[in-house]
């Protein structure tokens, strides 16, 4: 199993940055895909950005390109996710997730507890 404990959310002003930052406690921190989901009050919980632990790959939503960065630092089993440019649509729980891969099941998920966005003036 991986433990997974967010930190990095608060209160920012529209336009302001923040760094999110995923720590987890997986021995073989390397087997994970890592990535990065949010569910603002009356929403579904939707995908932010993924990176892959096979080649560092990347991919985000289409609401946060070119305004978010997600990062992976093995050595400190941690990702991060750099938002700038804030929005207050931005505002939610995000949740730190691990997927582990396997060629006998389906992919096994991990969560975070979350750490909360508020975007507002």
């Known amino acids: 199993q991986v433990q997974l404990v967010e930190s990095g959310g608060g209160l920012v002003q529209p336009g302001g940055s923040l760094r999110l930052s995923c720590a987890a406690s997986?021995?073989?921190?390397?087997?994970?895909?890592m990535g990065w989901y949010r569910q603002a009050p009356g929403n579904e919980r939707e995908l932010v950005a993924t990176?892959?632990?096979?080649?560092?790959?990347?991919n985000y939503a289409d609401f946060v390109k070119g305004r978010f960065t997600i990062s992976r630092d093995n050595a400190k089993k941690t990702i991060y996710l750099q938002m700038n440019s804030l929005k207050p649509e931005d505002t939610a729980v995000y949740y730190c997730?691990?997927?582990?891969?396997?060629?006998?099941?389906?992919?096994?998920?991990?969560w975070g507890q979350g750490t909360q966005v508020t975007v507002s003036s």
């Open positions: 997730n691990a997927r582990l891969g396997s060629i006998i099941s389906l992919p096994r998920d991990y």
């Open positions: 997986a021995s073989s921190f390397t087997f994970y895909s």
């Open positions: 990176i892959s632990n096979r080649d560092g790959s990347t």
